[in-house]
């Protein structure tokens, strides 16, 4: 079965500076990967996703994501954080078999410091 | 946009009650879905539809059913709702495999 991890429950970052939220990922086949945000009290926003083609994956917001395909890794990254990016992050993968559902890591919650 | 609109944003239930969330896409997608989110245990699938009158269970669907007698129409039911089921539900849905999920606002329901 396909899971994820991501093994920071809180990244703090200070605005201005460079951020990292990693994800980890298990399957099998090729990977699917999406990257979602969830501000308080409302649903998830999509950011990015990666099928196939480059590693580097642009999204919104000016998020990009790293694949790493050797570490089974998807970080999400942006070069200089604003404040109002404080909010929850959700990295999943598709499951290659069955229905094709996502499965979730379990967020990590991102705080940028003015 | 795909608009996914669920119709109630908080709602507090009383143990026992059959309790109705409703969820509508206006996208014309096949696939539906039904997540809890709990702190610390991120999303769990609970329900899922891809087509008209299917459903499939997801990881957890003990004390859940659901119904989709119309493609834009995806309902998660609790048959009698109980003090665990307290949680934030997402619905969601998706053009098809190769897509992502547009979800819905959520509803904050909670069982007393």
């Known amino acids: 079965a396909q899971s994820v991890a991501q093994p920071e429950d809180q990244v703090n970052v200070a605005e201005g500076n460079p951020l990292t939220v990693k994800c980890t990922y298990s399957?099998?086949?090729?990977?699917?990967l999406f990257w979602y945000v969830q501000y308080p009290n409302r649903g998830l926003q999509f950011l990015l996703k990666?099928?196939?083609?480059?590693?580097l994956v642009k999204g919104s917001y000016g998020f990009e994501a790293e694949f790493n395909k050797s570490q089974t890794s998807f970080h999400l990254k942006k070069p200089s954080a604003l404040v109002s990016d404080s909010a929850l992050y959700f990295c999943?993968?598709?499951?290659?078999?069955?229905?094709?559902?996502?499965?979730f890591g379990k967020g990590t919650m991102l705080l940028v410091s003015p | 946009d795909v608009k996914v609109t669920q119709s109630s944003r908080y709602l507090v239930k009383r143990t026992g009650e059959k309790v109705f969330l409703e969820c509508v896409q206006d996208?014309?997608?096949?696939?539906m879905f039904w997540y809890r989110q709990d702190p610390g245990l991120g999303l769990r699938l609970i329900y899922f539809?891809?087509?008209?009158?299917?459903?499939e269970k997801g990881d957890i669907p003990e004390g859940y059913s659901v119904s989709r007698e119309k493609k834009e129409r995806f309902s998660l039911i609790l048959e009698s709702a109980s003090t665990n089921q307290t949680s934030m539900y997402l619905c969601?849905?998706?053009?098809?495999?190769?897509?992502?999920?547009?979800f819905g606002s959520g509803t904050r329901l909670t069982v007393v």
């Open positions: 969601a849905s998706r053009e098809g495999g190769n897509y992502g999920y547009t």
């Open positions: 399957v099998s086949g090729n990977p699917y």
């Open positions: 990666y099928i196939t083609g480059d590693n």
């Open positions: 999943a993968v598709r499951d290659n078999s069955g229905y094709s559902t996502l499965t």
């Open positions: 996208m014309d997608h096949e696939n």
């Open positions: 539809s891809y087509d008209v009158k299917m459903k």
